[in-house]
């Protein structure tokens, strides 16, 4: 009898050695791009309780572990979730509910798109976003006289792809009160034969983006429903929404508590003083699915619309350099605040005379390296003798890989040459610091991550021009381009010990592709598809 219990006892042992834990989710037969420090590879992982529990061969994870679940990936290859280091989830969300202009092709189809649009939608302001006067035969600016022709008391606002520029008709300017020949700092409202164009540009939006009826909560709630499940699609897991109001934090939170809204967001704080005074006396907000610690500031406008701050006129505008949006006093004053507090301050700058202010007001406050991550949104063009600020001060270059091939058709014309050879340097921007975040600055350019990669490593549009990559010189390796939007995003949130990589103790959000990203041509890459996208462990999209 004392025989039988030993041996009952030892296999009892035995049995819970091989098999130590219940978890909830085994993943195998993968090809798993861990993006751990030494980029290693694995072809199976564990999942409890939405994080990593164990990355390794699937013959020993078997031994080791119970899984309530099983996935075999049947060999496709698995990378951590994407994250988009530069977005603006939310109105992207808004502008799905209004016209949608970005594959215009004209000003004519623009006003189709619009005729259609409020022919559905009777009431109310007419809304829309996307047109791009460089993508058409006639690139000049359009103007209102089609729009006020057709809606002569209803109000339009059709706002450029890159948000710095608007369209309204005479209803919106009458119900601003603008009137010919004024001025606004910061901004351009304009003004042609003593009349007035219908074009305004940065500072010059507020006039009549104040005067739009506020959206709802319902309003507000969908766009983020709607945003969440598109970019689910693509394979984002955390957004990064660069310029809220501080009132969006508490409806982000509710819908995230409620289970609805599981995409994790970043969320940069507009430059308001009722944002500092929300962040300051609260301190930083941070769940696992929202973090706030950080605000945006704006040094000047877009290159497209003509509003990028320039140290020497414009090539294709004699005598015009841009503008900054506020005065480099109140930059300067919101570092200090800033800094003294401890927070992250990232800034908006295209041209080279808009970020040379700014890198020159954060070395001033930083005063040589640090671990703020401060941040300049897009880094677009750059004095070659600025680039040495990144590194020498800790600064990160957000940038997003398809502005590059977006804005290569006409960046020289507005430029010129040499100016163009600075701009776009990814690579040496790269080399400031050894790390750099990618995003893609939606709705500004597509939601799709697959593309900031493609167009990170091969400096291409979709259809494979130009033939030899623009400016190939400040092409990323594809492991550069993946970590960027994984483990060198994650960082620049200050998120890189709980996501970013596949590895144990990191939330398990990970993205299943149908071809490998890392291997196949690079002509394929932007072809290749989301297959599913997990949260948690929990899968949140599937391709149907």
């Not at 694995?42 to 529990?53: L, Q, S, Y």
């Not at 319902?218 to 693509?234: G, H, K, R, Y």
């Not at 020498?392 to 997003?400: E, L, R, T, W």
Request: with cysteine; aromatic share 10%.
């Amino acid at each position: 009898m004392k025989k039988i219990w030993l041996i009952l006892l030892l296999f009892l042992v035995v049995a819970c050695k091989q098999k130590d834990y219940n978890v909830d989710l085994l993943v195998k037969n993968a090809l798993v791009y861990t993006v751990d420090s030494n980029f290693t590879t694995a072809d199976a992982f564990v999942v409890n309780a939405g994080k990593i529990v164990a990355v390794g061969k699937a013959d020993t994870l078997e031994q080791k572990y119970k899984a309530h679940e099983v996935i075999d990936a049947k060999g496709k290859p698995i990378y951590p979730g994407f994250i988009d280091a530069h977005a603006h989830f939310y109105s992207y969300g808004l502008s799905l509910q209004e016209v949608r202009l970005e594959k215009t092709k004209s000003w004519q189809e623009v006003i189709d798109s619009v005729n259609d649009y409020a022919r559905k939608n009777p009431e109310g302001w007419i809304v829309g976003r996307g047109w791009d006067q460089n993508k058409w035969k006639i690139k000049d600016f359009p103007n209102k006289a089609k729009l006020d022709a057709m809606f002569p008391v209803r109000p339009v606002m059709l706002t450029r792809i890159d948000g710095h520029a608007l369209m309204v008709n005479q209803a919106a300017l009458n119900i601003a009160g603008i009137r010919p020949g004024q001025t606004i700092a910061g901004g351009k409202i304009e003004t042609v034969n003593g009349k007035l164009t219908g074009l305004l540009i940065d500072n010059a939006e507020g006039l009549v983006k104040r005067k739009i009826p506020a959206p709802t909560e319902p309003i507000i709630e969908s766009a983020l429903l709607d945003a969440q499940s598109n970019c689910f699609a693509v394979g984002l897991t955390t957004v990064e929404d660069c310029g809220l109001p501080y009132t969006m934090v508490n409806i982000i939170a509710q819908l995230q508590h409620k289970g609805e809204l599981k995409m994790r967001m970043y969320v940069m704080l507009s430059d308001d003083q009722e944002n500092y005074d929300y962040l300051f006396k609260r301190g930083v907000y941070k769940t696992p699915g929202l973090d706030v610690r950080s605000f945006k500031m704006y040094a000047d406008g877009a290159l497209g619309s003509r509003g990028a701050c320039l140290l020497q006129p414009y090539s294709d505008q004699k005598n015009w350099r841009g503008f900054l949006l506020s005065s480099q006093r109140h930059f300067q004053d919101v570092a200090k605040k800033v800094a003294a507090k401890g927070f992250q301050l990232c800034t908006h700058a295209i041209g080279d005379s808009a970020n040379r202010v700014i890198l020159k007001i954060y070395a001033s406050v930083l005063k040589g390296k640090n671990n703020l991550r401060w941040r300049v949104e897009h880094a677009q063009v750059l004095s070659p003798g600025d680039i040495r600020y990144f590194g020498d001060y800790s600064i990160i270059p957000s940038v997003q890989p398809t502005h590059a091939t977006s804005d290569m058709y006409w960046a020289g014309k507005r430029l010129g040459k040499k100016r163009l050879k600075s701009a776009y340097v990814y690579k040496q921007l790269l080399q400031q610091n050894g790390w750099l975040p990618l995003g893609t600055d939606f709705p500004v350019e597509d939601i799709n991550p697959i593309y900031t990669f493609y167009a990170a490593v091969e400096r291409k549009d979709l259809k494979g021009y130009p033939e030899d990559g623009f400016q190939p010189e400040n092409a990323l390796t594809r492991e550069e381009a993946l970590r960027g939007m994984t483990i060198w995003a994650a960082k620049a949130n200050f998120e890189e010990k709980e996501k970013g990589s596949i590895e144990p103790g990191k939330f398990a959000d990970f993205v299943i592709l149908n071809e490998d990203i890392m291997k196949i041509d690079g002509t394929e890459v932007p072809n290749v598809k989301v297959l599913n996208t997990f949260i948690n462990g929990e899968k949140v999209y599937e391709k149907k």
